[in-house]
Nanobody
Framework: QVLLVESGGGLVQAGDSLRLSCAAS????????MGWFRQAPGKEREFVAAISWGGRNTYYAASVQDRFTISRDNAKNTVYLQMNSLKPEDTALYYCATSQSTTLPTVSGTVRRWGQGTQVTVSS
């Protein structure tokens, strides 16, 4: 069973940067595609970014393309989300996710395990 624990959220100003981390338990982390989703108050959870098991392929939501970068370190069982040029509309609870397969988790239906989330708040 894979457990996901996010960290790195916080309160920042517009234009600032943050790096989120997601530490995963289990020896099979390196075999799984990983992703990040977010949910703002009153809105549905939405896809942010995903990365293939080996890190070669990445995929982003249009709203974060060119500002956010997803990466992973399989030796550390950790996936990262570098967020630059943050905007107030990026304010949300950010969730780490895995499909527990090689399928990129780009929609909620492909996610088999969620983290508990880390809050990101961007002030204007």
């Amino acid at each position: 069973q894979v457990l996901l624990v996010e960290s790195g959220g916080g309160l920042v100003q517009a234009g600032d940067s943050l790096r989120l981390s997601c530490a995963a338990s289990g020896r099979t982390f390196g075999s799984y595609a990983m992703g990040w989703f977010r949910q703002a108050p009153g809105k549905e959870r939405e896809f942010v970014a995903a990365i293939s098991w080996g890190g070669r392929n990445t995929y982003y939501a249009a709203s974060v393309q060119d500002r956010f970068t997803i990466s992973r370190d399989n030796a550390k069982n950790t996936v990262y989300l570098q967020m630059n040029s943050l905007k107030p509309e990026d304010t949300a609870l950010y969730y780490c996710a895995t499909s527990q397969s090689t399928t990129l988790p780009t929609v909620s239906g492909t996610v088999r395990r969620w983290g508990q989330g880390t809050q990101v708040t961007v002030s204007s």
